[in-house]
């Protein structure tokens, strides 16, 4: 299992991705949004970002935020063997959010499903062949990635610096 992307609600994604790409080196790589929300991608290495603002004070981020600091929503993972990777998730008890689902394009196929983890916090887990968007959940985004490997472990820490 390999972290695929990881997803975070924030108040203004366009700030947030500035503060990736000058603070940290990131690069933007896509951005797009419905009449609820924005979101912007960023990445370094294999490593894709998504970050998501509300547009509208009804949309379930404005929620999410109203409640909660900004932070992540879900880490996705690709796995591979995902239908028995899934049978034994379910199995153990994991809560299912969204069924195993298949996307296929003319060059590649996403498989996905997303389970609760603890608190709001989500887990999409996901294997891809060819090319696919980043996200099915999102196909506002313009993102495509290729099914290559990506890193094994990654380190979030939460600043009190606000994105500027």
Known sequence: MQIDHIHFYVPDASAT???FVHKLGFQAIGAG????????VVKSGSIYLVLSSPQQSSSPIAHFLAEHSPGVV??????????????????????????????ATATGVLQWGQIAAWGTLR???????GITPLLPTLPHLQV????TPSPDRCILTQSDEAPT
């Open 123 to 129: 887990h999409t887990l996901l294997s891809r062949t």
């Open 33 to 40: 949004g419905t009449i609820e929300s924005w979101s912007e």
């Open 144 to 147: 495509r990635v290729t099914a």
């Open 74 to 103: 879900d880490v996705a993972f690709r796995v591979p063997q995902l239908a028995s990777a899934w049978a034994r998730a379910i199995a153990q008890g994991a809560t299912l959010l969204h069924p195993l689902q298949t996307s």
């Open 17 to 19: 991705r500035d503060w």
